[in-house]
């Protein structure tokens, strides 16, 4: 059984209540106990987009790394969902990108996948991030904007952009199949010609 405060600590960071937050951790409450899906109070404030108790629950040393039972931490499901002020927040305490989520993957995968470009823009800002990094299914963040993205004008600029901040354009699937050659099966001419003119094969 968790201790009091530590229980109204999971109940104000699910609330927004950054008092309550401060008031429970005075009290004792354990900032990285877990629930029974392995969250912390800062993962339930991330999944609900609570910006002011995480930044609360951060500003207390909360860890943006620490994984749930189905390996989302923090850092990892707010750049997968778009969150880019929960991102930007979590990369300047500590979030580690040799953490990945239960498919293997980095947050700038499912984040190119979604075409969520605020995040996009402050994953590759950092010349330390794992571009290149290939997930369980054999693919690399260039790979999931081409393959699950819609090949519309979103993902285009995903593909520009990883492009642009020089990812390596032909890391092939598990069958071998390169970027270029599966915009080019797709139709994604506009997607095609970016992908080759950064040398794409």
């Known amino acids: 059984m968790m201790e009091q405060p530590t229980t109204q600590l999971f109940t104000a960071a699910n609330n927004n209540d950054t008092v309550a937050i401060k008031a429970t951790l005075q009290a004792g409450a354990d ?5 029974a899906e392995g969250r912390t109070p800062l993962m339930v404030a991330t999944y609900k987009h609570h910006f002011d108790a995480a930044n609360t629950l951060v500003q207390a040393n909360a860890n943006v790394n620490a994984q749930d039972k189905i390996l989302n931490s923090p850092f990892l499901y707010a750049g997968a969902s778009g969150f880019a002020d929960l991102v930007q927040l ?3 305490h500590g979030a580690r990108y040799d953490v990945f989520n239960r498919y ?3 947050a700038l995968i499912p984040a190119c996948e979604r075409a969520h470009l605020p995040v996009i823009e402050l994953l590759l800002a950092d010349k330390n991030f794992p ?6 299914l054999g693919w690399t963040a260039l790979m999931e904007a081409v393959i699950l993205g819609n090949g519309g004008s979103q993902h285009t600029q995903v593909v520009k952009r990883l492009l642009d901040a020089g990812v390596a354009v032909n890391i092939p699937d598990k069958e071998g199949i390169t970027p270029y050659r599966h915009a080019m099966a797709k139709g994604y001419t506009k ?3 970016l992908l080759k003119a950064a040398g794409g094969k």
Do not use: R, S
Request: charge should be negative.
């Open 191 to 193: 997607m095609a010609e």
């Open 104 to 106: 293997g993957g980095t």
């Open 131 to 136: 571009v290149n990094h290939v997930n369980n």
């Open 90 to 92: 979590y990369m300047q």
């Open 31 to 35: 900032l990285e106990a877990k629930d």
